[in-house]
């Protein structure tokens, strides 16, 4: 068995080790972006599989992954494991149809809630200076209902690792999850958002925006992003156009200086902050 992972933030890879580790403490848990991941899917017949939801939808390096190297799932054994913050449909279920296309047996499905990581927000108009947390607080009342204080949290965070937990139980048993595999969720996926939003998980997004009154190259989020993404020059971070909305730069920058579907920075997400 091994588990492979595309997570932006940590949520994923915490949910994929926590659960393969539980069933196979020498098992090997990857990221989906490194250089080994292809050889590991190889070499195995049983994977568990996971990512964040976009827009009830896969990040689109994830789906691009599956498509370019469709010959590596015939016959394979796969759990899917979809991270949420509230609602997918069927998060699992759109990588579950593509493997199952490509030839692989799909085990189940798994759906785990987790702190939501979007962390910039959209500046009011007029505003100057904010206190990043009151920033964050008035964010969650007006702009989203998924933000959540540490102590909420730390709660998710909790109540995913049981439900984990339980479902290692049911594996061992040769029991596995269903959730995001039926036509119900599919529907549910496709209504309730893929439809209408689903088209920013579809490509590369390039609204990446790096702020250079405040970037000071440190080259953090060089090292950080997943799909190398970005650069140092000329002493201010630019990024190339390849950026899957992960978030993970937005997370981390130390200055605040990155953006993606905000204008400012408030409260960032750091999932070992909360665990
Ligand atoms: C661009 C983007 C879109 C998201 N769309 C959804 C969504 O449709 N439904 C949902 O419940 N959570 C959504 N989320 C929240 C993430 O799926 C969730 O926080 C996940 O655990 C992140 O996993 P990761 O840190 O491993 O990448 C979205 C997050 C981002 C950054």
């Not at 049983?46 to 390096?61: C, T």
């Not at 958002?193 to 590369?204: A, D, M, N, P, V």
């Amino acid at each position: 068995m091994i588990g492979i992972y595309f997570s932006g933030s940590g949520n994923t890879k915490h949910c994929v080790e926590r659960l393969v580790k539980s069933i196979d403490g020498s098992a090997v848990v990857l990221p989906l972006d490194g250089d080994s991941a292809k050889a590991a899917i190889a070499k195995t017949n049983l994977i568990v599989f996971g990512y964040g939801v976009q827009y009830s939808d896969m990040p689109y390096f994830v789906r691009e992954f599956i498509i370019e190297n469709k010959e590596l799932w015939k016959d394979k054994n796969i759990l899917c494991v979809a991270t949420m913050a509230a609602f997918s449909g069927d998060g699992a279920g759109c990588s579950a149809r593509l493997f199952k296309k490509y030839g692989a047996n799909i085990l189940g499905g798994l759906h785990i809630i987790m702190p939501e990581t979007i962390c910039d927000v959209k500046e009011k108009k007029g505003e100057k200076e904010s206190d990043p947390e009151k920033l964050y607080l008035e964010s969650m009342q007006y702009e989203s209902k998924l933000k959540k204080l540490a102590e909420e949290n730390r709660k998710i965070i909790k109540q995913a690792d049981e439900k984990i937990d339980e479902v290692v139980k049911g594996i061992k048993k040769n029991i596995y999850p269903k959730d995001g595999l039926s036509f119900f969720a599919r529907l549910a996926g496709a209504f309730g958002q893929r439809l209408w939003l689903g088209k920013r998980s579809h490509s590369y997004n390039k609204k990446l925006k790096i702020n250079e009154d405040l970037c000071d190259g440190c080259r953090i989020c060089v090292q950080q992003c997943p799909m190398h993404n970005l650069t140092v020059q000329d002493g201010k971070a630019q990024p190339s156009g390849k950026c899957t909305a992960c978030y993970r730069c937005v997370n981390r920058c130390p200055k605040k200086a990155i953006t993606l579907y905000g204008d400012k920075v408030a409260e960032q997400y750091k999932i070992e902050k909360y665990c």
